[in-house]
């Protein structure tokens, strides 16, 4: 449903509430209210990301993946703040079945905005993870640091500590290969 549609429904709502409790029908009046504040929060939080993120936490990529399909235009129908939360779910998932072909997602994500640091540390490390993949290890390193000073709260501290022995792993392989 399109953001205009839902705030449209929305005042509606308020002022039919407002017309009920005037005419001393109160306990309409309340539940109009309670709806109307339910379609202006689904105005700023759409319900098929939330439920996307709902199975992404329950690790089924398959539902999440379906309800994310639903949003068919999400230049019209998410907030120019969801946006970038949108490509990140959408690179979270596609990074489960081919890592190579998130990173635009991720970029994307990244330049359209995310306003919580954790989640800008979580797409720089899967930057980072497909730049090591991508066997590019300057641009894994770049990542990776601003990854760790992204991360305030220390929330992504194990898997950044993961990446950098992974990527000392990398090293000991190519010297490996090279001796040979």
């Known amino acids: 449903m399109p953001n205009l549609l839902r705030l449209i429904i929305g005042f509606a709502f308020v002022g039919a509430a407002v017309a009920l409790c005037f005419f ?21 939080y759409n319900e098929h990301m939330l439920i996307a993120q709902w199975h992404l936490r329950k690790d089924n990529m ?5 309800s994310l399909g639903r949003i068919k235009n999400y230049e019209k129908e998410l ?14 998932i596609e990074s489960r079945k081919a890592p190579m072909k ?10 359209l905005g995310l306003h919580m640091d954790h989640n800008v540390a979580l797409a720089k490390l899967s930057l980072a993870g497909i730049a090591m993949g991508k066997r590019n290890k300057r641009e894994a390193t770049m ?6 000073k992204a991360d305030k709260n220390k929330l992504l501290a194990d898997q950044i500590k993961q990446m950098k022995d992974q990527m000392g792993l990398m090293d000991k392989q190519q010297q490996v290969r090279y001796s040979r």
């Open 24 to 44: 001393s029908f109160w306990g309409w009046g309340i539940l109009l209210i309670f709806l109307s504040i339910l379609i202006f929060v689904t105005y700023f």
């Open 62 to 66: 398959q539902k999440a993946e379906q």
């Open 79 to 92: 907030n120019r703040m969801q946006h970038g939360y949108y490509n990140l779910l959408i690179g979270l």
């Open 102 to 111: 998130s990173e635009k997602y991720f970029k994307s994500a990244l330049s």
């Open 143 to 148: 990542y990776l640091a601003e990854a760790k």
